[in-house]
């Protein structure tokens, strides 16, 4: 197997860290803090493993990105936004589809 990565898993959740970190900018910490939140993702006990996740996990992908970005923003001082929970305010952010339900009659 040959290990993979794709821009797909990491722009998201920069986008997401950023936004609810309300940075004025996007420093290189923050890119290295998105690349380091992906390189934990992967399995290092399976040799060559791929990095992209399946489907399912996507999701969980962009919030650990951008949770770890929102923090580096801090870190970096460009934050506007004091996050006394980073994860929960990810969570609060991100889209979750809700359907109604369909009534056939």
Partial sequence: MIGQANNALVYPG???GTIVSRARAVTDGMLLAAADAIAG?????????????????????SA?????????????GIAQAELADPIQA??????????????VF
């Fill in 14 to 16: 920069i986008g997401l």
């Fill in 41 to 61: 993702l992967v399995d290092v006990h399976q040799p060559g493993a791929g990095l992209l996740p399946e489907v399912p996990n996507l999701r969980a992908t």
């Fill in 90 to 103: 990810v969570q609060d952010a991100m889209w979750h589809a809700a359907y109604p339900t369909l009534e």
């Fill in 64 to 76: 650990t990105v951008a949770v770890a970005v929102a923090q580096q923003a801090a870190h970096d």
